[in-house]
C-alpha cells in the first residue's frame, strides 16, 4: 500500500472568505405556510389529507412537528447548473429539506440566496435529490437532458422538472435508499421480514432497481460480479448484504459497501446489452436436460406491479414457493463431480459468513454459492460475486410460468403465486464490478465498517481518486484510477490510507481538505499533503478540548501558542489526547452519535473546534464546528494571474509527476502563505521561486533583485509563517521568503509590468560583478530540467505573441526567457528576444555560469533547436510559399498557435487536409518527459461538429473548421491585426456567398446577422410560441372599444401595410366582413304606408339583410385564417352575431324577435356554428393549446352550444384537436346534442387527416350504419351526423385507398330510402357525401387502385351518373335494404337526382390529374338536343368540372379552352326551324362555362397568373352584362343559374388570386355585397364572402395549394350548390364548406431586417423549374409577396445591392424554406452599408455610392463622415465618425488625419467590412509610430510585414483576383512606400551597423537600436551569426542571389541590402532594367 507522500510540514496556508453559515431552507421555512397551515385553512377532514403511510392527523400537529423538524433537517449543495440561469454567473444551489417542505435556492458571491422553487408534499420527505434524466428525441438516438428534483416520500417519488413538469411514481416497495445516475434514479429496496416470507434464503429478490424516466416502469438492475470459476456471470442484484454508499455519473460507476465482508467495491454502471438482458431474462437448462429449479420471474413481477398491498407483496402462499432455483453457469457439459467436490467443502468455506448457506436441491447438486467466498480473480480475499447473495433464480424466468419444475425433486411452487399472464420486467442497467477492496484492509473484520463519504478527487497532474472515509477507523482510502484508452474502462491502481477524520474534495482547485484526527485542516492534492490550512478566528483545537479534560494530562508547555507546536509536538499530543480509538470516536463522531458523549462532560467550550466538513462547492466548504455552528471559507487558488496559470500548466505538462507536483505544491505554499502577495505581485513572486527551484540564487542577479512584491497586509502572520522548519530541508526557500519578507517591510510596492522596462534600462549602469558567484546551485530540484522548461516557456511566449490581449504579459515573460538563454548559451534564442524588445533585452547583460560538467547533467531534449521556433515567421513563410517544417506546440496549452498556423496552412498552403489527416506537415506535438500524448482534448472536441468538406472553396473550409474548433469573432478580435488578416479575408468571401444551411456558429463568425437569426429561430421554433418568433408583429392595439369585437383584429397590419402600401383595401375587408355590429336598415316611408306597414316593412328589409350577415362568418374564418395566439388563462373571444337593426334617421333598434313577421325557427342555428368555427380558425397551429384549455372554453348557457360546437370542428382543422383526450370526446358525443356532433366529427377526422387512425374510425363507425355488423342494434344517429361520420371517413383514409371502405361507400353512393321513414329526407347529401368521401379515400390512384378491381368501381360511378337498372345489394347490408320505401317509389332502377352527384365528383377525385381520355370523355356533356333535355343543367357544371381536373394538364389559361367544352351543337348558328329550347341551350351554356372556370381555378389555384385571371374576370363580366340587360337571354336562363354561374366563376377568380388581395375582385365581392333584395338568398352571400375569404386567405399570409390533398378539400368547400336559407343542408352539409381550410399553405416571404426587426421590402429572384409548358425562367419579385408553389421552384435568393445576398437553393430540399414560410414567413435580411431600405430611398439614388456618380469628384471627396448615420447601422462606425472625422475643439487634429480617418471610414463602409477599420487604424498607427521613432517594440512592423506578404501574394496572381482581397485601396501601397522610406532613410544612415550586424560583430550598446531591429524584422533578414561570411565578398549580383536563397530572404528585401553587401560600389543603378521600387 503506498504511503502518503508528505510535503512543507509546516508550512501553512491561509483560508478566505469566512461567512458564518445557515441554510438557507431554513429561514425560509420559518416564513413557509407548512402543509399545516393549509390543512387548517382548508378544514377537510383529518383523514383525507394524511397520506396511506399512516401518520397521525391534526391531533397534534403542531407542537410534535416543530420538535421533529429539526432532526429531520438536511441539506445538499451544488455548483449552479446553466440551464437554470442565463447569466454566466458562478453560483451555488441549495436543496434544502425538513418534514414535507423542499426547498430549491440559489445564491452566488454578488446576490443574496433566493427560492427557485419550493415544494410540499403530503408525507414527510425521505430524501430529496437533484437528478438527471435523458429523456430520447423520436428522432435518432440523441437524448436530451432534463433536470429535475426528485422527492422520496415512503410511497411515491414526485419528480419536478425545470420546465415544469410533474410527474409522481408510485414506489412498488420500501425504499431505503435513493441515488442519482447519469442515467437516472437508482432504487435500493428496504431489506424487510418480508423477504424471509418471500424466499428462502439463497433466494432472495432483487434489492437494486433503476428507473430511467419518471414514465418508465422500475426495473431491477443487473449485475456482473468478477468472480474465480463464474466467469461474468450476470445476474439481477439480489444481495441483502450490499448497501450502495456512493454514485456518480461523470464516470458512472457506483460504490457498494458488503456488510458481511466488511469491505467496499466499485462498480461501472451502464446500460444493460442485448446478451446480458436475454441471458437475464432466458431459461437457462441444465446441460443434460433436466431444468434446474425454474422459478417463474412472476414472482418479482407480481412483487413489483402489487403496489396496492405494500406490507405483503407476497399473499398467502409466498412462504412456501421460490425453493427451486438455477444457476446460469453449468461448469461442463454434465459434471456432477464438481458439484459434489463443492458441497463437501461447502461448510468449511462458509464459515467466514454464517447465515448464507445456500439451499442444497439433491446430493449432487449445489448451489454456485459454495464457490463464491475464498476465490476472488486478483486478491487474496473473496470479491462481490456470492452468487448465492445475487438472485440466481430471477435470470431464468419462465415468463408464462411452466410448471416443468416438478422435476427437480423437492421443489414445490405454489401455482396461484405464478400468475401465467405476468410479463417479465425487463432490466434497463447493468452493474459491472471493477474493483473491490482486499479483505486484508482490516484484518479485524468486525472492526471495518462502512464509509461514511464517498467522493472524487484528482490531484494537480491529473490523476485522478476514488476517496472513501472509514469513520470508524479515521481513515481516508484514497484509490487511484486511470481510464482506460477508450474511456470506456476504468482500471483501478492502488491504495493509499490517510488519517482522516473528515474530508471533502474541491473539484476546481484539485485538491481535497482533509480534517485530521487532531482537529487540524489540511489540504491535500491527490494523496500529496500539501499544508495546513489556517482559518482565522479558530485556535487549533487540540488545545481546547485538552484544557477541557482536565483528567486528560497534557505538557502544559505545548499549549501556549499554535505557533511553535512542531511537527513532533503535535504527534505526541495526538497520543496524550486519544488514550483510546474508542473514546475518540465517540468523542469526535458528533454527527453519528448525536451529543452521546460530550453531554455527560458539563464544560462550555470556550474556543469551538471543527468537528466535520460537508458541502463542497468548487474551492468552498462549510466547517461544522462543535458548538454546532456553521463556517463557510474558501480555499484559494493556485493562481490568479492567467500568466502564471499558463506558466504552470506548461510546467506540468513538461515534467515527470513526481517532479512537477513538487514544484506546483511549493509554489501553492508559496503563493497563498497567510498574508500572501496580491495578484499583481504574482508573476514576481513566481519568477522568484520558479528560477529559485531552478538553481539560481535571486539575490545576486540584478534584475529578480528588484522584483517587487507588496508589503504584507499582517506582520504577526507573516512572521509566525516564515519561521525555518525544523526539517530544514529547503533552507535556501525559507531564506528566501524570509528576507523577502524582511525586505518589503522597507520597500515601496512598485506595480512590475508596465515599469519593468524602464527598471531594467537603469540596472545596466549599475555594473554588478560577473565573478563565479552567479553559479547555478545544480543540486536545486528543477536544475536538470531547466532546457526543457526554457522550450516550453518560449513556445508559451509564441502562443502569447499571437493574443493581443495576452501580449503585454510575453514582455514579463520575455526577462526569464532571455535570462535562461543567455544561460544555455543559445545566442539565437537571445537574438530573437532582443528583436521584439530591443530596447528591453539590451538592458540585461548579466549571465549566469553554468558548469561544463554540470550542462551533462542536464536533460537536453531533443525536441530543443538550436534555431527557435518563431511563429511570425512560420506564418510568414506560409504567406510567401516557402515550405516550412511544423511547428512544435504544447497539446491543450498553445491552442492558438495550433489554430493560426492550420488555418494558414488550409487558406494559404492551400492544403485541404491540414484540418484532418495531415496535422502532423504542419504541426508537431511536444511529447512530454512522461507523457503519453493519446488524450488530445483539442481532437475530440472536433469530431462533435460535423465537418464535411464538399468542393467547397478553402474559405468555407476555413470558416466551418475554424467555427468547429469554437473560435468566435470575439476571439478574432484578439488575432494581432497582420495575422488576421487571412482569415478576415476567407470571412469576407464567405459572407458574399454563404450555404443557407450553415450552423448557427458560422454565420455568426462571418457576420451575417440575418443568416444567424434565422438558423437560431431554426432551433427556437420548439420552445417558442410566438408566431412572429421575436419580432413586433404584433396586431396594433385598437382604438374604439367596438373595434376589437369583430374578431379581426389580429391581422398583422405591418406586413398588409407592407404589401399594400397605398390604399386601405384591409380595413374594408374588415368592414365588410363584420358581423358584431347592427345593420343599417334604411327604408323610407311612403306617405301611404301606415306606421304599422312601415315596421313591418322594414322588419321584412332587416331580414333580408340577416340573410347577408348570417353568411358572413363562413368568410371571416377564411379570412383571420390562423392569426391569433390564444392565451391559455383565458377563454377565445367569439364577437357575437348581431341580426338586429338600426334604422335611420332616429337610430331606433330594429328587431326581428318583435313578432311581426314570420322568421324561420333555427334560423341562426347553423350561422353560430359558423362564427364558432371562425372564431376558433383564428388559432394558429403553433400555439399552445391543451385538453384543459379546450374544455375550458365550453360555454355555460345552452344558446352558444352551436358555436362552442363549431370552435370544436375549428380546433379540428387547426390540428388542436389530437389533444383532446378521448374521455373528453366521448363526453361530447353522449350529450347527443346534433351540432356538437357533427362539429367534433368533422375536426377529429380533420386533425388525423390521411392518418388510418383506429380509435377514430371506431369512432366514426359507430355513426354510420352501414360501417356496424348488420346484427347491431339501430342507433338513432341523426342524418346530418351521420353525413359527417361519411366525410370523416373520407378524410381519416384519404390517399389510402382502402378496400373496405371503398366497397362501403360505394354502395352508400345509391343506398335505397328504407322502408319507415329513414333515409328519407335529405338524401342527395348523403350520396353527395358518399361519393366525396369515397373520392377521398382513393384519391388520384386512377385504375391502379390495388386489389379493387373485382368492384369495378368506375363502371358502378357511371351507372350511378346516367342512371340505369339498379343492381343486388352486396355484402352485409343485404338485409336492411330488403324491403322498398313505402313513400318513395323509386322502383329498381337508379335515381339520378340523387346519386349523379357524388358519382361524378367521385370519379373527378379518383382519376385527378391522371390525364385518363377514356374515362374523360364519359363525362362529356351530350352532343345531341335529344340528350341533353335529360340532364339537369347543374349536372353539367359537375361533369364538366370533373372532366377537366382527370385532363389537369390540358386545362389552358384562355377563353378558347373554356369556350371548347361546350357541345359542337350549341356553338354554331341556329336554324330557327329547328324545334330547339332555346331554355335548355342558354342554361346549359351557361353551367359548362361555370364548370370549366371552376376547374381553371382549381388548376391555377394561388398562383396568381394573370392569364387565367383575365380570362375568368372577362367571363365575370359578360355574364354580369347578361343579368343586368333585362332581356332574353336572362329570362331564358334564369335568375338563379346566372347568379349561380356568376358565384362559381368569382370563386375561381379569387381561388385563383388567393392571398393576393386583387382590388378587381375585391370590388366585384364588395358590389355582390350591396345586393341583398330579390334573389339573393343565403348561399350566394355565403358564395360571395367566402370569396373575400379566400381572397385575403389569412390576412395575406396563406394562399391554395394544388396538392391532391387540397383539390379535394377545395372540391368539398366549394360544392356548386349553395343552402338557400340558413338551415338548408338537403343538397350539401354545410358545415363541409370550412374544409377549404386544409388547402391552405402558408407562402408569404417577409424580409425582417435584423437589426430594427421591422418588416422591409427586400427584392427576390425566383427562378421557377424547367416544365414543359416553359422553360426555366427568373422573376423578380418585391418582397413581402406570396411565393409560388415551392415545388416548382429552383431557387430563390435576395438580390442586392440594397441587401446581402441570401440565396436558398430549392432543387435539394425544400425543408427549410418550408420552416420558414410556416413561422409567418419571417426572413431575415440585412442592409448593406451605405444603402437605405426601399422605403425611404426607392429609386436608390441617396445612396453612398450613387454620390459619386453625382459628383464628378471622386467618392472619398464628396463623402461626408456627418452623413454616415444614414448610411450605416454599425453603431462604431457612426461613433467613430462622430469622433475621429470631424475637428472639434478639445482635441485640435491635424487636416491630413481627418481626411485619412474619413477615408478610412469611406472605405470600410462601400467595401462592406466594418471590422476592417481597427485594422486599417493599427497599420496607420505603426507606420506613424515608426516614422516618429517611438516604436518600442517591433511587433507592429511584423504585423506590417505579414500584411504587405498577403497583400503582395494577392496582387501577384494577378489583377482579377484583386476584388477578393480587403485590403483594395491605395491605402495599401501609400503605407508600404512610407515605411520602406523610412528603413531606407535608416540604412543609407547606418549601413555599417547592419554590415557589422551581418559579420556577426558584438555590437556595441549604442548600436543596438530599435531601427537596426525594425529593419532585421521587416525585412526578414535571419540571424547570421553562426553562418559567418556567407552573404559577404560576393563577387556579383548572381552569387549573392545564389547564396541568398538558402536563407530565404525574399528577393525584394535582397536587393535593399545590394549596397551594403556588395560595397558601395555596386548600388541599385548598376542593376539595369530594375527600378527599385518595382519591388
Known amino acids: 500500500m503506498s504511503e502518503v507522500v508528505y510535503e512543507e510540514t509546516a508550512t501553512m496556508i491561509a483560508a478566505g472568505e469566512l461567512q458564518s453559515f445557515v441554510p438557507f431552507g431554513r429561514e425560509h421555512c420559518r416564513n413557509h405556510p407548512n402543509a399545516f397551515n393549509l390543512q387548517l385553512r382548508e378544514l377537510q377532514p383529518a383523514s383525507e389529507l394524511w397520506s396511506s403511510d399512516g401518520a397521525a392527523g391534526l391531533v397534534g400537529s403542531l407542537q410534535e412537528v416543530s420538535l421533529q423538524e429539526r432532526e429531520r433537517e438536511c441539506w445538499q449543495l451544488r455548483k449552479g447548473c446553466k440551464g437554470v440561469r442565463q447569466e454566466d454567473v458562478e453560483f451555488e444551489e441549495e436543496l434544502y429539506t425538513a418534514g414535507t417542505v423542499v426547498v430549491w435556492s440559489q445564491g452566488s458571491r454578488i446576490q443574496a440566496s433566493n427560492v427557485y422553487k419550493a415544494f410540499t408534499v403530503d408525507s414527510p420527505v425521505q430524501q430529496a435529490l437533484w437528478c438527471n434524466f435523458a429523456v430520447p428525441q423520436n428522432k435518432k438516438d440523441e437524448e436530451e437532458v432534463e433536470q429535475t428534483v426528485c422527492i422520496v416520500q415512503s410511497s411515491c417519488v414526485n419528480v419536478h422538472s425545470v420546465t415544469g413538469k410533474d410527474f409522481i411514481s408510485p414506489l412498488p416497495f420500501q425504499v431505503s435508499n435513493v441515488w442519482a445516475t447519469k442515467f437516472g434514479l437508482l432504487l435500493e429496496r428496504k431489506n424487510t421480514a418480508i423477504d424471509a416470507q418471500l424466499s428462502t434464503p439463497g433466494e432472495s429478490l432483487p434489492t437494486v432497481f433503476s428507473m430511467l424516466h419518471p414514465l418508465d416502469e422500475i426495473a431491477p438492475v443487473v449485475c456482473k460480479p468478477t468472480g474465480l470459476f463464474e466467469g461474468s456471470r450476470v445476474q439481477y442484484a439480489s444481495d441483502s448484504t450490499m448497501t450502495m454508499v456512493f454514485s456518480c455519473s461523470q464516470p458512472s460507476v457506483v460504490v457498494s459497501y458488503d456488510t458481511v465482508q466488511g469491505t467496499h467495491s466499485v462498480w461501472a454502471l451502464r446500460k444493460v446489452t442485448q446478451e446480458e438482458r436475454s441471458s437475464v431474462l432466458r431459461c437457462s437448462v441444465d446441460p443434460v436436460g433436466t431444468p434446474l429449479g425454474l422459478m417463474a420471474s412472476g414472482l418479482l413481477t407480481s412483487h413489483l406491479r402489487n403496489i396496492s398491498r405494500l406490507d405483503s407483496p407476497g399473499g398467502p402462499g409466498a412462504s412456501r414457493l421460490g425453493t427451486g432455483t438455477g444457476t446460469s453457469c453449468s461448469v461442463g457439459p454434465g459434471s456432477p463431480l464438481h458439484y459434489s467436490a463443492l458441497h463437501s467443502h461447502q461448510s468449511r468455506i462458509m464459515t467466514s459468513s454464517p447465515g448464507l448457506h445456500s439451499r442444497v436441491h439433491s446430493p449432487s447438486i449445489s448451489n454456485m454459492a459454495a464457490l463464491s467466498r475464498a476465490h476472488s480473480p486478483g486478491m487474496a480475499a473473496p470479491s462481490f460475486s456470492g452468487a448465492s447473495r445475487f438472485n440466481t433464480s430471477l435470470h431464468s424466468p419462465s415468463p408464462r410460468g411452466h410448471h416443468g419444475l416438478a422435476t427437480s425433486p423437492n421443489s414445490t411452487v405454489n401455482d396461484t403465486m405464478l400468475a401465467p399472464e405476468m410479463e417479465p420486467i425487463v432490466p434497463d442497467l447493468c452493474m459491472e464490478q471493477l474493483w473491490s477492496e482486499t479483505v486484508a484492509a482490516g484484518c479485524h473484520r468486525e472492526m471495518s465498517s462502512q464509509a461514511s463519504k464517498v467522493f472524487l478527487t484528482s490531484d494537480l497532474c491529473e490523476n485522478r481518486y476514488l476517496c472513501f472515509l472509514v469513520e470508524s477507523h479515521q481513515q481516508l482510502r484514497c484509490v487511484k484510477f486511470i481510464e482506460s484508452n477508450n474511456t470506456s474502462q476504468l482500471i483501478f491502481t492502488s491504495v493509499t490510507t490517510i488519517s482522516a477524520k473528515d474530508a471533502e474534495p474541491l473539484q476546481n482547485i484539485d485538491a481535497m481538505l482533509v480534517l485530521e484526527a487532531c482537529g487540524s485542516l489540511v489540504l491535500y492534492t491527490g494523496v500529496t499533503r500539501v499544508s495546513k490550512v489556517f482559518v482565522p478566528g479558530l485556535l487549533s483545537p487540540t488545545f481546547s478540548l485538552t484544557n477541557h479534560l482536565s483528567h486528560l494530562s497534557t505538557p502544559a508547555e505545548n499549549v501556549s501558542t499554535p505557533a511553535n507546536a512542531g511537527s513532533r509536538h503535535l504527534q505526541r499530543l495526538d497520543e496524550s489526547v486519544m488514550p483510546s480509538p474508542v473514546m475518540e470516536l465517540r468523542g469526535l463522531n458528533m454527527k453519528h452519535h448525536e451529543g452521546s458523549f460530550l453531554d455527560d462532560y458539563t464544560f462550555q467550550h470556550a474556543t469551538p473546534y471543527i468537528h466535520a466538513l460537508r458541502d463542497p462547492v468548487c474551492n468552498r466548504v462549510t466547517l461544522e464546528l462543535s458548538s454546532g455552528s456553521m463556517l463557510r471559507i474558501s480555499i484559494p487558488e493556485i493562481a490568479t494571474s492567467e500568466l502564471v496559470r499558463k506558466c504552470l500548466q506548461a510546467v506540468r505538462f513538461i515534467l515527470p509527476k513526481d517532479a512537477a507536483m513538487k514544484v506546483l505544491v511549493k509554489w501553492y505554499n508559496i503563493y497563498n502563505a497567510p498574508g500572501g502577495p496580491s495578484a499583481h505581485a504574482e508573476w514576481n513572486l513566481f519568477v522568484t521561486c520558479f528560477m529559485t527551484l531552478m538553481g539560481y540564487n535571486t539575490e545576486r542577479l540584478a534584475w529578480t533583485r528588484n522584483l517587487h512584491f507588496e508589503v504584507p497586509l499582517s506582520p504577526v502572520i507573516a512572521a509566525k509563517k516564515a519561521r525555518p522548519s525544523d526539517g530544514g530541508s529547503e533552507e535556501d526557500l525559507d531564506y528566501l521568503l524570509a528576507s523577502h519578507y524582511h525586505r518589503q517591510m522597507n520597500s515601496q510596492p512598485v506595480c512590475s509590468n508596465n515599469t519593468l522596462t524602464t527598471q531594467t534600462l537603469d540596472l545596466s549602469s549599475v555594473s554588478s560583478p560577473s565573478g563565479p558567484c552567479l553559479q547555478l546551485d545544480s543540486a536545486a530540484p528543477l536544475f536538470v530540467h531547466i532546457p526543457a522548461l526554457f522550450y516550453v516557456l518560449h513556445l508559451l511566449y509564441q502562443e502569447l505573441q499571437l493574443d493581443e490581449l495576452q501580449r503585454a504579459r510575453a514582455s514579463s515573460l520575455v526577462c526569464l526567457l532571455q535570462q535562461l538563454a543567455r544561460d544555455l548559451q543559445l545566442d539565437e534564442y537571445v537574438d530573437l528576444y532582443w528583436r521584439d524588445y530591443p530596447s528591453l533585452i539590451s538592458g540585461f547583460t548579466e549571465s549566469c555560469v553554468i558548469d561544463q560538467a554540470l550542462i551533462g547533467q542536464m536533460q537536453r531534449p531533443s525536441f530543443l533547436r538550436a534555431e527557435p521556433p518563431c511563429v511570425l515567421s512560420w506564418l510568414s513563410g506560409c504567406l510567401r510559399g516557402e515550405e516550412s517544417p511544423p511547428f512544435p506546440s504544447l497539446p491543450g496549452i498553445c491552442q492558438r498557435t495550433r489554430l493560426m498556423v492550420l488555418s494558414y496552412a488550409l487558406y494559404i498552403v492551400g492544403d485541404e487536409n491540414a484540418t484532418s489527416t495531415e496535422v502532423s506537415k504542419y504541426l508537431s506535438k511536444l511529447s512530454a518527459g512522461q507523457k503519453n500524448c493519446t488524450s488530445e482534448p483539442n481532437y475530440r472536441r472536433q469530431s462533435s461538429v460535423k465537418v464535411n468538406f464538399s468542393s467547397e472553396s478553402l474559405a468555407e473550409q476555413l470558416v466551418v473548421w475554424l467555427t468547429s474548433e469554437g473560435f468566435t469573432l470575439k476571439d478574432l478580435e484578439s488575432v494581432p491585426f497582420g495575422v488576421a488578416l487571412p482569415i478576415r479575408e476567407a470571412i469576407y468571401r464567405c459572407r458574399e456567398q454563404p450555404c443557407s444551411d450553415w450552423s448557427e456558429e458560422v454565420c455568426l463568425l462571418i457576420g451575417r446577422q440575418d443568416l444567424t437569426k434565422q438558423a437560431h429561430k431554426m432551433t427556437l421554433a420548439k420552445s417558442k410560441a410566438s408566431v412572429g418568433s421575436g419580432l413586433s408583429l404584433e396586431p396594433p392595439a385598437a382604438t374604439e372599444a367596438d373595434e376589437e369585437e369583430d374578431g379581426m383584429s389580429d391581422i398583422i397590419q405591418e406586413v398588409t401595410g407592407l404589401i399594400w402600401s397605398q390604399d386601405l383595401r384591409v380595413q374594408e375587408v374588415r368592414r365588410l366582413l363584420q358581423s358584431s355590429r347592427p345593420v343599417r336598415v334604411s327604408v323610407v316611408q311612403l306617405p301611404e304606408v301606415s306606421d304599422h306597414e312601415y315596421i313591418e316593412e322594414k322588419e321584412n328589409k332587416l331580414l333580408q339583410l340577416c340573410q347577408r350577415t348570417m353568411a358572413l362568418p363562413v368568410g371571416r374564418g377564411l379570412f383571420t385564417l390562423f392569426s391569433y395566439q390564444p392565451v391559455p388563462t383565458e377563454p377565445l373571444p367569439v364577437p357575437k352575431l348581431n341580426l338586429t337593426g338600426r334604422a335611420p334617421p332616429r337610430n331606433t333598434m330594429v328587431d326581428l324577435n318583435s313578432g311581426n313577421i314570420d322568421v324561420p325557427p333555427n334560423m341562426t342555428s347553423w350561422p353560430s356554428f359558423h362564427n364558432g368555427v371562425a372564431a376558433g380558425l383564428k388559432i394558429a397551429p403553433a400555439s399552445q393549446v391543451d385538453s384543459a384549455w379546450i374544455a375550458y372554453n365550453k360555454p355555460k348557457s345552452p344558446e352558444l352550444a352551436n358555436e362552442y360546437a363549431g370552435f370544436l370542428m375549428a380546433l379540428g382543422l387547426n390540428g388542436h384537436l389530437t389533444k383532446l383526450a378521448t374521455l373528453n370526446i366521448h363526453d361530447y358525443l353522449t350529450k347527443g346534442h346534433e351540432m356538437t356532433s357533427i362539429g367534433l366529427l368533422l375536426g377529429v377526422s380533420s386533425a388525423k387527416l390521411g392518418t388510418m387512425d383506429m380509435s377514430i374510425t371506431r369512432l366514426l363507425s359507430i355513426h354510420i350504419p352501414a360501417l356496424l355488423p348488420p346484427t347491431s342494434t339501430e342507433l338513432d344517429v341523426p342524418h346530418n351526423v351521420q353525413v359527417a361520420a361519411v366525410i370523416g371517413i373520407g378524410l381519416v383514409y384519404q390517399g389510402t385507398g382502402h378496400r373496405h371502405n371503398a366497397e362501403v361507400l360505394l354502395s352508400e353512393i345509391g343506398r335505397p330510402p328504407g322502408p319507415e321513414m329513414e333515409y328519407c329526407t335529405d338524401r342527395e347529401s348523403y350520396s353527395l357525401a358518399a361519393g366525396l368521401a369515397l373520392g377521398m379515400v382513393c384519391l388520384g390512384h386512377g385504375s391502379n387502385l390495388i386489389g379493387m378491381t373485382d368492384l369495378n368501381v368506375p363502371e358502378q360511378l357511371y351507372q350511378y351518373m346516367v342512371g340505369g337498372h339498379r343492381r343486388a345489394q352486396a355484402g352485409a347490408n343485404r338485409e336492411r335494404h330488403k324491403s322498398p320505401s313505402y313513400q318513395i317509389k323509386e322502383g329498381d332502377t337508379i335515381n339520378v337526382d340523387v346519386t349523379c352527384p357524388g358519382a361524378t365528383l367521385a370519379l373527378a377525385m379518383i382519376y385527378l390529374k391522371t390525364n385518363n381520355r377514356s374515362i374523360a370523355d364519359w363525362l362529356k356533356p351530350p352532343d345531341t338536343w335529344f340528350l341533353l333535355d335529360f340532364i339537369k343543367p347543374e349536372f353539367l357544371l359537375l361533369r364538366t368540372l370533373a372532366r377537366c381536373i382527370i385532363m389537369w394538364d390540358e386545362i389552358l389559361p384562355n377563353t378558347e379552352w373554356v369556350k371548347s367544352n361546350i357541345p359542337q351543337i350549341m356553338r354554331g348558328t341556329f336554324d330557327p326551324s329547328d324545334d330547339i329550347n332555346m331554355e335548355t341551350m342558354a342554361q346549359a351554356q351557361d353551367y359548362i362555362t361555370a364548370g370549366a372556370c371552376m376547374a381553371l381555378g382549381l388548376r391555377f389555384a394561388g398562383s396568381a397568373n394573370s392569364d387565367a385571371f383575365d380570362c375568368l374576370y372577362e367571363f365575370a363580366r359578360t355574364f354580369m352584362k347578361i343579368m343586368s340587360f333585362a332581356g332574353t337571354a336572362a329570362v331564358q336562363t334564369g335568375y338563379y343559374n346566372l347568379q349561380t354561374g356568376l358565384s362559381m366563376i368569382l370563386l375561381a377568380m379569387s381561388m385563383v388570386m388567393s392571398g393576393t388581395g386583387n382590388l378587381k375582385v375585391l370590388q366585384l365581392c364588395r358590389f355582390f355585397h350591396k345586393r341583398t333584395g330579390g334573389e339573393m338568398n343565403y348561399g350566394f352571400h355565403m358564395a ?267 496582387v501577384q496572381r494577378g489583377p482579377n483576383n484583386r476584388h477578393d482581397a480587403l485590403l483594395t485601396s491605395e491605402f495599401m501601397p501609400v503605407m508600404k512606400n512610407m515605411v520602406d522610406e523610412e528603413l531606407d532613410r535608416w540604412l543609407a544612415d547606418h549601413s555599417s551597423v547592419l554590415r557589422s550586424y551581418m559579420r556577426g560583430e558584438a555590437l556595441p550598446k549604442a548600436a543596438q537600436s530599435i531601427m537596426l531591429a525594425s529593419f532585421l524584422v521587416y525585412r526578414s533578414i535571419p540571424c547570421l551569426r553562426n553562418t559567418h561570411t556567407q552573404l559577404e565578398g560576393c563577387s556579383s549580383l548572381g552569387d549573392l542571389l545564389w547564396r541568398s536563397s538558402r536563407l530565404r530572404i525574399p528577393l525584394r528585401d535582397l536587393l535593399r541590402l545590394v549596397p551594403v553587401l556588395l560595397g558601395p560600389g555596386s548600388g541599385p543603378h548598376d542593376l539595369p532594367g530594375l527600378p527599385l521600387q518595382a519591388f
Not at 399570409?1597 to 379535394?1608: D, E, F, Q, V
Not at 497599420?1819 to 504585423?1839: G, H, K, M, Y
Request: glycine share 4%.
Open 1584 to 1850: 360571395h364572402h367566402m370569396a373575400l375569404g379566400l381572397l385575403f386567405l389569412g390576412g395575406a399570409r396563406y394562399t391554395l395549394s394544388t396538392s391532391n390533398s387540397a383539390i379535394a378539400a377545395l372540391l368539398c368547400a366549394l360544392y356548386p350548390h349553395f343552402p338557400a336559407h340558413s338551415t338548408d343542408n338537403r343538397y350539401h352539409l354545410q358545415a363541409l364548406r370550412h374544409l377549404a381550410v386544409l388547402a391552405a399553405e402558408p407562402r408569404l416571404l417577409v424580409p425582417v431586417d435584423v437589426d430594427s426587426l421591422k418588416p422591409c421590402y427586400a427584392l427576390l429572384e425566383v427562378t421557377y423549374k424547367e416544365t414543359k409548358w416553359y422553360n426555366e425562367t427568373t422573376v423578380e419579385l418585391m418582397a413581402p409577396t406570396m411565393l409560388p408553389e415551392l415545388h416548382l421552384l429552383k431557387r430563390v435568393k435576395v438580390k442586392g445591392p440594397r441587401y446581402w445576398e441570401l440565396s436558398v437553393d430549392l432543387s435539394r430540399e425544400t425543408q427549410h424554406l418550408q420552416s420558414i414560410l410556416s413561422r409567418d414567413g419571417v426572413l431575415y435580411v440585412k442592409l448593406r452599408a451605405g444603402q437605405l431600405p426601399y422605403k425611404d430611398d426607392p429609386q436608390g439614388w441617396k445612396s453612398l455610392l450613387a454620390s459619386t456618380v453625382n459628383h464628378r469628384t471622386s467618392g472619398v471627396r464628396a463623402f461626408k463622415p456627418e452623413a454616415i448615420s444614414t448610411f450605416t447601422s454599425e453603431p462604431a462606425l457612426v461613433s467613430f465618425a462622430e469622433f475621429f472625422c470631424k475637428t472639434s475643439e478639445e482635441i485640435p487634429h491635424r487636416g491630413d488625419t481627418l481626411v485619412l480617418f474619413s477615408a478610412m471610414l469611406y472605405e470600410c463602409v462601400t467595401q462592406e467590412c466594418p471590422e476592417m477599420l481597427p485594422t486599417y487604424i493599427a497599420i496607420e498607427q505603426a507606420v506613424s509610430a515608426l516614422r516618429r521613432a517611438d516604436l518600442l517594440q517591433t511587433f507592429p512592423l511584423w504585423q506590417m510585414r505579414l500584411v504587405v506578404e498577403l497583400w503582395d501574394s494577392r
